[in-house]
């Protein structure tokens, strides 16, 4: 368990190097970014962008990178297809976006012939480090997927449970955010919650315990659960909150940074690594979790869990 990304932090430092591919690295915060984790964290990059600017603007931030870890690249397309390329031939652990549009970097990722795309569906997961929870938590999907099918969440909860178990989690809490514990035919998430309950316990989701339909209030808090008289094996310890759609799972992590004080970082799973999709607007620190986060997990942070 992390208790916060300080952790987290402390706990990588006997983990085995991992390389960072960017694509279109020709990027001043991205750069920042890059050579900060690289003074912290266990980890090596390579650039792809155009070399004269990655060099030009590495030096305005007082770093020299060997000629190694720069691959010259011409427009976005071509940026995203050669890091592609590197982490399909196993030259990478991670994969990164830097000056350049998401659905260029993710169609490359999709493409059937030379892109990454691992089983089952791709998703986002945001990790919180917020001051009023004892540890760190997770929400997914917030940031792809509208309105998953039963399918999709299914995948989202094998593919987020594998990238736990990357990171020592033996068995991950999940609970299936709904408004309330009844399950009423007229509000889907709440019927799709009670059979994604039932496949855990079948085995079919992985190495989780999921339990659903749960209101946010006693997911997290074990006193709420009793008063309640509900029973539960995860309430005050739930470790990810699987969100109905992707307008609850946003709103509610940006409502948390912005209002509630908590840091966060986040990554995309499904390809066969970890993907850092960070917008420009992010905060430094967002930045460097996000980082953190994907060197914890690395190459293995998308395995997915199939439950046999």
């Not at 909150?241 to 840091?263: C, D, H, R």
Request: hydrophobic letters at 40%.
């Amino acid at each position: 368990m992390f208790t916060c990304f300080d952790t987290l932090h402390c706990s990588l430092a006997e983990n085995t190097v991992k390389t960072v591919v960017v694509a279109a690295a020709h990027d001043k915060h991205t750069l920042e970014a890059i050579y900060h984790a690289g003074k912290e964290l266990p980890m090596k990059h390579i650039l792809i962008g155009n070399r004269e600017k990655i060099i030009q603007i590495s030096a305005e931030l007082g770093h020299a990178p060997g000629a190694d870890a720069i691959v010259d690249a011409g427009d976005d397309a071509d940026c995203a297809r050669k890091a592609i390329s590197i982490i399909h031939e196993g030259g990478g652990d991670v994969l990164m976006k830097g000056l350049l549009e998401t659905g260029t970097l993710l169609r490359a990722v999709l493409d059937k012939d030379s892109g990454i795309r691992s089983y089952g569906t791709m998703s986002h997961l945001a990790i919180l480090d917020v001051p009023g929870y004892h540890k760190l938590i997770g929400v997914t999907d917030g940031g792809i997927i509208p309105t998953p099918t039963l399918q999709q969440k299914a995948d989202i909860v094998r593919s987020t449970a594998g990238f736990y178990r990357s990171m020592g989690f033996e068995q991950l809490k999940i609970a299936a955010l709904c408004a309330s514990e009844t399950v009423s035919a007229k509000i889907q998430e709440t019927v799709d919650a009670e059979i994604l309950q039932t496949m855990c316990e079948d085995g079919e989701l992985g190495e989780c315990l999921l339990e659903g339909p749960l209101s946010f209030d006693i997911a997290v808090s074990r006193e709420t659960a009793e008063l309640k008289g509900h029973p539960s094996k995860i309430s005050g310890e739930t470790d990810v909150l699987l969100v109905p759609n992707i307008t609850a799972g946003n709103a509610f992590g940006k409502g948390l940074m912005y209002w509630g004080g908590a840091k966060m970082a986040g990554c995309v799973l499904g390809a066969k690594v970890p993907i850092i999709v960070v917008s420009r607007g992010a905060s430094a620190d967002e930045k460097f979790c996000s980082i953190m986060l994907c060197v914890a997990a690395g190459s293995c942070g998308n395995e997915v869990e199939n439950g046999n």
